[in-house]
């Protein structure tokens, strides 16, 4: 069995060494472009090039080093349409989401970033709580890492709502579905988490006029992809008060430019894009899992669903 591994960086050599381990028949074999590729059964890979997904047509399945598929969707014309794509799921990913947005929503709600710059400046003042009743938590899409960050946060009592594609029953969260379910969602969320993935239809869903529907001093979280928020609205809406701050992890341009008024704004929190690491070794156990359901000719979870684009 013969797999291509790819990554933009060229580090293939630790994945060939897991998967020696994990999926000892398999040969390992990488890309370049202009060069022949021997036949191969199945690709791992994360954002691959057009070049390289022309000469895919033969593989058995792609399988994804990450969870979002915006990367590998964006050729959808050239991508063969008969050969399965397999996101990973969850892989580690979901317990690290639940730590970064949990962090994300106390330290807003307990003022730890005041409490910083105060005790930067010696200053020893208790401030006003926030009240957790009214305390919503509203999260933008209900996947496999939505639901897990979900579960991070009911310990602490906040309201919770998530909103997705197809309604959902969720223990403690209250649902709300589709385009129609968007604007109450919005009114009535405080701290909003995108999580979606980025789509056609997900695209700069976090601009101008839906950040006005979040009440004043609402605070947002993007863990997901960048251009899910139109960036100049965000700035802006912060800058009015409007939007209390943000904590970002994703963003249009990665690196983030050392230019951009994201960085000169301290009500925004930047990361990058460390929200939920792709953890190599149990990546590698879930794809060698699948590519032997697949030989089995078992049906596989995690493939794109071409249409809707995730
Ligand atoms: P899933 O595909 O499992 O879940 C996506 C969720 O979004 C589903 O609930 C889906 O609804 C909902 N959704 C999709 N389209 C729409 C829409 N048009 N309107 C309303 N809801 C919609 O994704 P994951 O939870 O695994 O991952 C989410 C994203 O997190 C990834 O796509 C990726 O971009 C990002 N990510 C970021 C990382 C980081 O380090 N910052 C690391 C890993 C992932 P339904 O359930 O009805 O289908």
Same mark, same amino acid.
């Given at each position: 069995m013969r797999l291509l591994v790819y990554r933009p960086d060229g580090n293939i050599a630790p994945w060939?060494?897991?998967?020696?381990?994990?999926?000892?028949?398999?040969?390992?074999v990488a890309w370049s472009e202009g060069a022949r590729l021997p036949p191969c059964d199945y690709a791992v890979v994360w954002a691959p090039p057009e070049a390289m997904l022309r000469e895919l047509a033969e593989v058995k399945a792609i399988f994804l080093m990450g969870a979002g598929a915006d990367a590998i969707m964006k050729?959808?014309?050239?991508?063969?349409?008969?050969?399965? =794509?397999?996101?990973?799921? &969850?892989?580690?990913?979901?317990?690290?989401?639940?730590?970064?947005?949990a962090h994300a929503v106390l330290?807003?709600?307990r003022r730890f970033d005041h409490y910083v710059d105060q005790a930067a400046a010696g200053e020893w003042k208790p401030l006003a709580t926030h009240e957790r009743e009214s305390f919503s938590v509203g999260v933008m899409g209900a996947g496999a890492l939505g639901?897990?960050? *979900?579960?991070? *946060?009911?310990?602490?009592g906040f309201p *919770?709502?998530?909103?997705?594609?197809?309604?959902?029953? =969720? &223990?403690g969260v209250r649902s709300f579905a589709g385009d129609d379910g968007l604007d109450a969602f919005l009114r009535g969320t405080r701290v909003v988490v995108c999580m979606?993935?980025?789509?056609?239809?997900?695209?700069n869903i976090l601009n101008r006029t839906n950040l006005a529907k979040l009440p004043r001093g609402a605070y947002v979280i993007n863990v997901a992809r960048g251009a899910h928020v139109a960036e100049p609205d965000l700035l802006a809406a912060i800058q009015s008060g409007h939007i209390a701050g943000a904590t970002l992890d994703v963003f249009r341009n990665e690196p983030l430019p050392r230019q951009h008024p994201f960085w000169d704004e301290p009500r925004i929190t930047i990361t990058p894009h460390i929200a939920a690491l792709t953890l190599r070794d149990e990546s590698v156990r879930q794809i060698a899992g699948k590519i032997g359901q697949l030989e089995r000719g078992e049906?596989?979870? &995690?493939v794109i669903n071409r249409e809707l684009g995730y």
């Open positions: 060939a060494d897991d998967f020696a381990r994990c999926l000892p028949q398999a040969q390992c050729h959808a014309g050239t991508l063969p349409a008969h050969v399965p =794509i397999v996101r990973l799921g &969850d892989a580690g990913m979901g317990v690290q989401m639940g730590e970064y947005v330290r807003y709600f639901r897990r960050v *979900l579960d991070c *946060l009911r310990p602490f *919770l709502q998530a909103w997705s594609r197809s309604a959902k029953e =969720i &223990d979606l993935p980025l789509t056609d239809a997900t695209a049906p596989v979870a &995690d």
